[in-house]
């Protein structure tokens, strides 16, 4: 490998998937300001996630749509006003 391509500054932080609330902990140059006590009993970093491996259909096997912001309604709306 190339020397100076990958950075020093891993450090180890904690994944928390917003959708179903789990939780891991990895390492990771992300920068975050919030914290979360950890099993273990120490702080470390949160990064907040959408969707993970525990979330995700292609994983979980489950057809599942996760709406942001209600976009699937809106391309809905948007396309259903041209076939009529």
Do not use: C, Q
Not at 9 to 23: L, P
């Amino acid at each position: 490998m190339k020397k100076g391509v990958h950075p020093e500054s891993y450090r180890t932080v904690v994944f928390k998937d917003m959708s179903n609330g789990y939780s891991f902990l990895s390492r990771s140059t992300a920068a975050s300001k919030e914290t979360v006590k950890w099993e273990d009993g120490n702080e470390y970093p949160v990064i907040k996630l959408e969707i993970s491996n525990t979330s995700h259909p292609f994983y979980t096997g489950k057809n599942v749509l996760v709406d942001t912001a209600g976009r699937i309604d809106k391309f809905k709306k948007r396309y259903e006003k041209k076939v009529k």
